[in-house]
C-alpha cells in the first residue's frame, strides 16, 4: 500500500501546519481530517526521482528544489543553491 503525505489546514493564514504520513490504498479517496485528532488535512504532492534521473526543478539530483537561474545548465558545478556537488 502506497505512503501519503498529508499536512493540517491552518485555522488563520501564516499558522502552523503538522505533516503526516498514512498508508492508503491507491483507490481510496485523500482523507478531509486526521482519523484520530479530527484536524482538517490536504494531501501533499511532491516530485519524486526515479532512478537517480533529476528533473530541471532538481537538475542536481539532491532531492531538494534547486534556486538556480538556468538549473539544467550547473551540472558539475557549484551554483551556489547549496545543494549541486
Do not use: W
Amino acid at each position: 500500500m502506497p505512503t501519503y503525505e498529508y499536512e493540517t489546514i491552518p485555522a488563520r493564514e501564516g499558522g502552523q501546519t503538522k505533516r503526516y504520513e498514512f498508508q492508503q490504498k491507491m483507490s481510496d479517496p485523500p482523507l478531509k481530517k486526521h482519523p484520530e485528532t479530527g484536524e482538517p488535512l490536504r494531501r501533499v504532492y511532491s516530485a519524486v526521482s526515479i532512478g537517480g534521473s533529476a528533473s530541471s526543478s532538481d537538475s542536481c539530483g539532491c532531492g531538494d528544489a534547486c534556486a538556480c537561474e538556468n538549473p539544467p545548465h550547473h551540472h558539475g558545478g557549484g551554483c551556489g543553491c547549496g545543494c549541486c556537488h
